[in-house]
C-alpha cells in the first residue's frame, strides 16, 4: 500500500472526541494544530488545564502538548489532516442541527490545501457527507477525489472509561474514494492500536454509528417498558435480567434507569428517523423507543410521587433533593442529561428542589450529599456516581429524616434499603 507523506493535523473541536484525539496524534508524532471557537477554553489549554475529566488525558495531556493551539481559521491552512469533530446536537423539533458541521465545512474549505484529507469524526446520518460537506467543497472550487479527500471516521469515545478509549477502541472508515480511503487507514492505524475497518462506501461508515446507538437506545427502551411492567407485577427488574444474563449467547445484558442522555444514545436515533422520513421510510419502531426513553424521567417522578403517597406527604412544597446531575457515573457532562427532565418535572409538581453533583460542583445548589440530605424531605438518585454509592446508606438517610428515595439508576442495595421502615425505597422496576 502507498504511504502518503501525513505530518500536520488539524483537529477542529477540542470537545470529549477532539482533543483527545489530538493528544493522541501528538503522542505518535504528528504535528497538530488544535483549533476552536471557545476562546475560553484554548487559553485554558494553553496554561495546560485540561478542561474535562477523561483518564487517557489526565495521563497524557500534560505530556504531549498540542504545536498550535488556536482560534485563528487561517492557522490550520498547513495541515496534511483536518479532522472535524464539532457537535451535531438535534434542535428543539428533534431535528438534526448540521450548523456546527458546515461552518467548521466552510472553514477549513476556506483554509485548506490541494491534496489535504479531510476527516468528519462529527456524528451523522447517511447522506449528510454526500449532501451537505462534499457541496462545501466544491463551491470552494476542490474536486473531490482529485485535489481533496473526504473521508468519515464516525468517534468512538466512552468518557469516564477506565479501559476503552481513542487508543484501543476500533474503528470504521469510509471515504469518497480509494485514494482517501487509504490515506485514512494509514493516520488511523497510526494512532489507534485496533482494528480499523474500512467500508465499501461512505455512506456505510456514516451509517455504522446511528445503528450503533439506535441499537442501544432500542434494547434500552425494551428494559425500560419491562421495567414499569414489573413495577406492577411485584418483580425484581434486575434480578430477572441477571439471570438473563447466565445464557451464554443470544442474549446482551441492558438495564433500566431513569431516562438515558448523553450525546449518542437519545441524539442519534432522530438522525435515521428524520433522513429516512426523506426518502419515504417512516421508523415506527424506532419511534417508539425513543418515546419510551424520554418518558422515563417523568415515571421516575411517579416513582417518586407513589413513595410519597405512602408516606402521607404531597409533592408540593416538598423538598426533593436531586442526586447527580451528569447524564453518566464518574462524569462531569451533561449533555441530554435525565436528571434535568427530572428537575423540570418536579418544578411542575411545585416541589422545592435541592441538587449536588460532586463532578459539577458549580452547577449544584449545595456544597455536599450531607447538606442535600439535611435539607431534603425525599431524595431521586438521577446518576450512579461512586460517591452517592459508597455514601448513601439506610442508616444515613434515617438520619436526616429521609422519607421516601427513588434510586434512579438502580445502584443502591435493594435488600438492604427496602428492610428500613422509616423511609419508602422505590427503583426502576424493583
Known sequence: MAQFDLKTVSVLG??????????????RGYSVIGFDVDKEKIALLKKGQNPFKDDYLEKNFSLFPLTTLTTDPADIKDADIHIIAVPTPVDAMRHPDLGPVIGASEMVAANTKKGALVILESTVNPYVSEEVVKPIFEKHGFTVGKDIFISHCPERINPGDPKWNV??????VGSFDGTGLAMSLQFYSSIVDAEIRPMKHIREAEAVKIMENSFRNVNIAFVNEIARSFDRLGIDVKDVIDGAATKPFAFMAHYPSCGVGGHCIPVDPHYL??????????????????????????????????????????????VIGVLGLSYKANVADLRESPALDIIEELKEHKSIVETFDPHLPEKSSVKSIEELLEKSDAIVIATNHREFIETLTPELMKKHGIKAIVDGKNCLDRDAFVKEPSFVYRGIGR
Open 273 to 318: 428517523v428524520e433522513r429516512a422520513k426523506e426518502s419515504g421510510f417512516n421508523h415506527d419502531f424506532l419511534k417508539l423507543a425513543i418515546k419510551t426513553n424520554d418518558e422515563m424521567p417523568a415515571y421516575t417522578v411517579e416513582r417518586l410521587q407513589d413513595a410519597l403517597n405512602e408516606m402521607e406527604m404531597p409533592m408540593k412544597n416538598t
Open 14 to 27: 477540542l470537545g470529549y472526541v477532539g482533543l483527545p484525539l489530538a493528544v493522541r496524534a501528538q503522542e
Open 167 to 172: 487508543t484501543n477502541i476500533p474503528r470504521v
